[in-house]
């Protein structure tokens, strides 16, 4: 993959960096990839294609790309930290996509922090990136250099930023409410940053798995002549790591020598930072973590789908009617009606939380439902990984019978059902 | 635990930096622990409760000790990297107790990095540090804040309550020579650590498994007016992480709102760090790899395990030729099959079979694989998971044992 041609662009409403990706070996039209932001914040955006080379490499990979060469210099710290990343992720999903190299036409060349440390972090509004801030706050007195100072906000994370379908546009409405509200109580200027990164590789399961932290490192690189580093609040906490898309030993390796990539907040499990929201009233209102849509009510979240009720349960009562969900009773027979999801795995880890946490409440019927729900993810778990004797009966089947058992046991069924 | 007495005075090799150690859980005796540092870096330290705070936690978790109560204010970073430390210790061990809660007795108080930023680097003379080194000079210039200063070299781990003994001295001096001579040729200055962390808890499985970083980081606390980044290489490589005291998961945590901890060079494995090094001969002439180090007349014993895989490293690197440290460069099959493969290392090697076999070396090439094929068979039959082990399972769990009864009857 060739990553060259960085421009700028400017119009009335946003400045642009932007640059152009050439595939080698992967069948794949070339594609320009940019990033913009109100022209007031045009001067925070850098003129080095460093951004774009994180998010390339990790997309570079996923399609085997022998190679990724920017033309231009690369910090010597990004590149040896790309090509970390792309071994790491190598030896987590793949053996047989191996770890592209990373060259630069022009060498590398270490880049210079800004003079004055200025700390930024991601925001979404769920429940992770509002304890970073929280976590912050507690922490560091305003005038530390560490105080975080700018909240990124992306459009195009979730969906395209082309994407005007009713659901795209209600959940962008949504952030953009939740998060200026929550960044003006939190003392924090918005940054909002509109990317078509996604696109390079819209597959779910590899965005989750693999690309989000490198996308928004790409996007935290593009701001490094304002911020020195920016937060990627955890997901997952320690006792809970799992190969992933962001990752407390990947999301460093996408520092460069201008700017530092902190992954925040392992320490802590998603029950403690319920409970750190539920004591910011500021924070719980503007606290949003749901993807469906459109909302018509103007609530934030809609309080039915697995992970409004997840972070219902993890609020407890009396903070989850102070949020803004258009639902937020929780019944055993909710509980039983929800999905396990792409990632059952996670379900399964959120939930055993909440289990303990109902029944230190003494709410023993949705302790039971909860518990039921993790049995359900981790035998989702089991089936979707191939494990136990199923699994490998499902191995043999697929490897030697050319799924001959699967398509009869299909055939069975749908003829059950007729 | 309570970490008390923190103060400052003359020590043995320099201004000693030291507290008490009380055990409150665990029936252990006090400990005086310490940091001797030299003039230059003593002249700007601090007797910073970070530092003793970030030492003694992995062996309060050892312990069991439920609260570690600190005279001074603690780094609320600290704090909560020293829980996630405790998370990822606990998730690779889970017979650890609960976490303990850091009490400090002043204050949270969030560090205040110094105004102009500025690194250091840990030096062993081994592989992972000169490759550390040799690169941090050729992607930084003089003046970059990411430029490494100083080199911080760790002294007295080795020799576990016998830090200040004529024997530990002396070895110290031996070391002391090829580590000035790396430090200058990297345009460095050289800035011996003495410590007797080990005190805490002298068990070499456990230093080595889950102690290491803290260890050797946790002095660096004391020296966050000098550095506001410290950076050690990498033992393990990011694609064959294995739970070690120095960890990509660990090492970073035990910094503070001053003090940037970063784990180095995860991409590249330990024969391609050789190989980057394969124009630095004085740095490759004075290489210190040996665990017993220095051992008889070379610093290096040539023998054991470490010294004879760096010596195959060099051989696959084609930098055999600059092996100086060495009583002996010559590695025949032979000194393999009579080696041992452990604590894993056996990845190590198996990185090693296709290079030899490229430089013609199919003789090692084909002694390593067998000895990796021996290592995984005994291992699996240790540890019960191959079929010899699904026997015994079902012997014990089905049977009552009445096969090994037999068996035991038949050849004792």
């Keep these: ?418 | 635990m309570r970490i008390g007495g923190i103060r400052t005075g003359p020590g043995t090799f320099g201004t000693r930096f030291a507290a008490t150690v009380v055990w409150e859980d665990s029936h252990r005796p006090p400990v005086e622990i310490w940091w001797d540092l030299d003039e230059d870096l003593a002249a700007d330290a601090f007797p910073d409760p970070n530092a003793f705070v970030a030492a003694a936690f992995v062996p309060a978790l050892r312990h069991g000790e439920r609260r570690i109560a600190v005279e001074g204010a603690v780094c609320p970073l600290l704090a909560a990297g020293l829980e996630a430390v405790g998370g990822v210790i606990r998730s690779w061990h889970p017979a650890t107790g609960p976490v303990p809660r850091i009490e400090p007795r002043d204050a949270w108080r969030a560090a205040t990095p110094r105004a102009e930023p500025a690194s250091a680097g840990y030096l062993t003379g081994g592989i992972d540090s000169l490759h550390l080194f040799y690169s941090n000079r050729e992607d930084f210039p003089a003046g970059h804040p990411a430029r490494f200063s100083h080199a911080l070299w760790i002294r007295g781990l080795d020799y576990p309550g016998a830090e200040e003994s004529p024997w530990a001295v002396s070895q110290y001096a031996r070391l002391e020579i090829p580590l000035r001579e790396i430090a200058a040729d990297v345009g460095v200055r050289l800035a011996p650590i003495t410590t007797n962390l080990r005190r805490l808890d002298d068990d070499l499985a456990f230093f080595a498994h889950r102690f290491l970083g803290a260890a050797l980081l946790s002095g660096a606390h004391l020296l966050a007016g000098r550095f506001s980044t410290v950076a050690l290489g990498s033992s393990w490589p990011g694609e064959h992480l294995v739970p070690w005291g120095s960890h990509p998961l660990l090492d970073p945590s035990y910094g503070s709102a001053a003090l940037a901890i970063r784990h180095e060079a995860l991409g590249l494995r330990r024969v391609e760090k050789v190989a980057r090094l394969r124009e630095r001969t004085a740095a490759l002439a004075r290489l210190i790899c040996c665990g017993n180090a220095p051992a008889g007349a070379s610093i290096n014993c040539g023998r054991c395990t470490k010294c004879v895989r760096t010596l195959v490293e060099m051989e696959a690197s084609g930098v055999l030729e600059h092996a100086r440290s060495f009583p002996s460069v010559r590695v025949t099959a032979e000194t393999i099959r009579g080696l041992e493969f452990d604590n894993g290392t056996e990845y190590f090697w198996g990185t090693l079979v296709d290079p030899i076999r490229a430089r013609g070396r199919g003789d090692l090439a084909s002694a390593i694989e067998r000895k990796i094929r021996a290592t995984i068979h005994h291992r699996q039959r240790v540890e019960g998971v191959d079929w010899t082990g699904a026997i015994r399972r079902f012997d014990r769990d089905v049977l009552g044992g009445r096969i090994k009864k037999l068996y035991r009857r038949l050849f004792a």
């Design chain 1, 1 to 418: 993959m060739r990553l060259f041609d960085l421009r700028r662009e400017e119009t009335a409403d946003a400045v642009r960096v932007a640059a152009t990706i050439a595939w080698e070996d992967s069948d794949r039209r070339p594609r320009k990839i940019w990033a913009e932001v109100a022209p007031a914040l045009g001067p925070a955006l850098t003129e080095e294609l460093d951004g774009f080379a994180v998010a390339a490499a990790v997309v570079a990979q996923h399609h085997g790309e022998r190679r990724l060469i920017v033309e231009g210099t690369l910090c010597p710290r990004l590149a040896e930290g790309l090509a970390a990343a792309a071994r790491l992720l190598a030896r987590w999903f793949s053996a047989a996509l191996p770890a592209p190299v990373i060259e630069s036409s022009r060498g590398t060349a270490p880049r210079f922090p800004p003079p004055v440390p200025r700390a930024g972090v991601f925001l979404s509004g769920g429940l992770d990136s509002l304890f970073a801030v929280a976590h912050n706050r507690d922490r560091y007195p305003r005038e530390h250099p560490a105080s975080l100072r700018d909240a990124v906000v992306l459009e195009g994370y979730i969906f395209e930023p082309t994407d005007d379908s009713p659901r795209a546009r209600d959940y962008w409405r949504r952030t953009q409410k939740a998060t200026t509200a929550f960044a003006a109580a939190a003392d924090l200027h918005p940054i909002f940053v509109r990317t078509n990164l996604r696109v390079l590789e819209d597959d779910i399961g590899f965005f989750c798995a693999k690309y989000h932290a490198a996308m928004l490192s790409s996007v935290a690189h593009l701001l490094s002549r304002r911020i020195s580093s920016a937060t990627i609040a955890a997901g997952l906490d320690a006792a809970n790591l799992r190969a992933w898309g962001s990752h407390p030993v990947l999301d460093p390796l996408y520092s460069g020598s201008a700017l530092a990539v902190f992954h925040e907040g392992i320490e802590t499990p998603r029950i403690g930072k319920a409970g750190r929201i539920a004591a910011w009233p500021e924070a719980l209102a503007s606290l949003m973590v749901c993807t469906r849509g459109p909302l018509g009510s103007g609530s934030l979240n809609c309080g039915r789908c697995e992970k409004c009720v997840r972070t219902l349960a993890a609020l407890g009562p009396t903070a989850a009617r102070a949020a803004s969900f258009d639902e937020t009773d929780l019944t055993p027979a909710l509980l039983r009606k929800l999905s396990t999801g792409l990632h059952p795995w996670a379900v399964a880890d959120f939930w055993s939380e909440i289990v303990e946490s109902f029944r230190a409440r003494g709410q023993s019927e949705l302790a039971s439902a909860a518990e039921e729900l993790v049995s359900r993810a981790h035998v989702a778990d089991a089936w979707r990984f191939h494990r136990g004797w199923k699994g490998m009966l499902r191995r043999l089947d697929r490897r030697f019978l050319g799924s001959a058992l699967l398509q009869s046991s299909r055939r069975l069924r749908s003829r059950r059902s007729a």
